[in-house]
């Protein structure tokens, strides 16, 4: 989602047609992402299995198996085909799948959690780790600064703040707990760290 606005760098994510938007969203792939983001974004050669998913996001799988046949967060590496397959969720999944729970858990409406979702999905790995998302309970707004995060609260449309790089690093340490499987092998790897893939690939490739 794409507004018009005043310039200043931030967003409203699902606002009524016609009301102001004094955030306005920045596009995050403008000049396209640096080496090091597109690196970090190759740690998604791992996905996850849903139970996987549901203990790193603290989520119930009845929860997840609802969001996915509902729309609302579905895996991106492998979704369920039938009986006997698995739905595989990308590390990324997974930080949505917490945020998202975060929201219900504080009433945030739905249509504009579809719009957070999204916008989630769009956005460079750069961007979220400093993105904080704010609501009011009826509007989400995306802050990049915690200059926009005071002028919010001091409009009174911010009550309830969400730092996406904080989320990040928790889902992070949890999955190093946990077993994740490569994307192109099926190889399943116990108390795999999403950056330790990663930093294997180079081993490998400088040896």
Same mark, same amino acid.
């Given at each position: 989602m794409r507004t018009s606005g005043d310039g200043a760098a931030g967003g409203a994510l699902g606002q009524v047609p016609g009301e102001s938007r004094p955030y306005p969203l920045r596009?995050?792939?403008a000049g396209g992402s640096t080496p090091a983001e597109r690196s970090q974004e190759q740690s998604d050669t791992l996905g996850y299995r849903g139970p996987t998913a549901c #203990?790193?996001?603290? &989520?119930? /799988? @009845?929860?997840?198996? /609802?969001w996915a046949r509902t729309g609302l967060v579905e895996p991106?590496? @492998?979704p369920a085909y039938g009986s006997g397959t698995q739905r595989l969720y990308s590390f990324r999944d997974v930080v949505i799948l917490k945020i998202v729970k975060r929201f219900l858990d504080t009433g945030v409406a739905l249509q504009n &959690? @579809?719009? #957070?979702?999204r916008h989630l999905r769009d956005r460079s790995y750069a961007d979220l780790e400093r993105m904080t998302l704010m609501s009011d309970g009826a509007t989400v707004y995306e802050c990049s600064s915690p200059d926009e995060v005071v002028d919010l609260l001091q409009g009174g449309q911010g009550i309830f703040g969400i730092a996406v790089g904080v989320v990040w690093r928790d889902v992070e340490a949890a999955l190093s707990q946990l077993h994740g499987e490569r994307i192109d092998t099926g190889?399943? +790897?116990?108390?795999q760290n999403p950056a330790?893939? +990663?930093a294997r690939r180079r081993r490998? @490739?400088?040896g």
């Open positions: 596009d995050g792939t #203990a790193a996001a603290g &989520i119930t /799988y @009845r929860q997840l198996d /609802y991106s590496v @492998r &959690i @579809r719009a #957070a979702v190889e399943t +790897l116990v108390g330790d893939e +990663l490998n @490739r400088a």
